[in-house]
């Protein structure tokens, strides 16, 4: 039986959740809340082979936006609204879990990748796993200043999806800041791909609930 996608909006709280929602044929299991990064939108190709791949796993998908894109269409995040967006992920994570009774995983590209780590470093136990895809380690050419400081404060497993040319970490620079992780971690490793991981095209979306849901179990043991 197939599934459905439909617009979701939900203002009830301080914080609005405005998005698509993914609903997997037959009875759901897991729900995934899953964002953008700097210059995107939920409508990113990424996100949606994302979404169509865990819907075919049986989990529910919001793809939603965060509330600076939600204030504009265009133009990056200003860093003095990035514990709104947190509050919005946040927002979202909580309605999802009320609607669905699986495991709360929560992912994000780029920028919304960040937002979602330094969420869970905040709130520990708040989802069951984060999706990394295409994690801003550092700004290009400033290998220098990572973006890590708050990882051993996370103690939920993390998949990182991650290209091979991607200039705002190498794979190996992945590997070094994974290590500090206070919870077990993997990457999936894109070959080829920059950072829009493939742009449109992206068979990898296919394997990566198998791979998350892998990792979930090993953490488990």
């Not at 996608?5 to 299991?29: C, M, N, W």
């Not at 999802?96 to 969420?119: D, E, I, K």
């Amino acid at each position: 039986m197939g599934g459905s996608v439909e617009r979701f909006t939900d203002d009830s709280g301080d914080v609005a959740v405005r998005g698509i929602l993914h609903r997997p044929g037959g009875a759901a299991g897991d729900v995934l809340v899953l964002t953008h990064g700097a210059g995107s939108h939920h409508d990113a190709p990424v996100l949606r082979a994302v979404a169509d791949a865990f819907a075919t796993h049986r989990t529910t998908v919001l793809r939603c936006d965060l509330p600076f894109r939600q204030a504009r269409p265009k133009g990056p995040p200003s860093p003095a609204g990035a514990a709104r967006d947190r509050a919005g992920l946040r927002r979202a994570v909580e309605l999802m879990r009320a609607r669905c009774p699986g495991r709360v995983l929560l992912g994000g590209a780029s920028y919304g990748g960040r937002q979602a780590t330094l969420l869970v470093a905040e709130h520990p136990g708040l989802v069951d796993a984060l999706l990394l895809l295409a994690y801003p380690l550092h700004a290009p050419g400033r290998p220098d200043a990572p973006r890590a400081a708050h990882f051993p404060r996370i103690r939920t497993p993390v998949l990182f999806v991650h290209g091979t040319r991607d200039p705002f970490a190498t794979i190996e620079e992945l590997d070094a800041a994974r290590a500090t992780l206070g919870g077990a971690s993997a990457v999936a490793v894109v070959d080829g791909a920059g950072h829009d991981l493939g742009g449109g095209r992206t068979p990898f979306a296919e394997g990566i609930p198998a791979r998350l849901t892998a990792l979930l179990d090993t953490a488990l043991r």
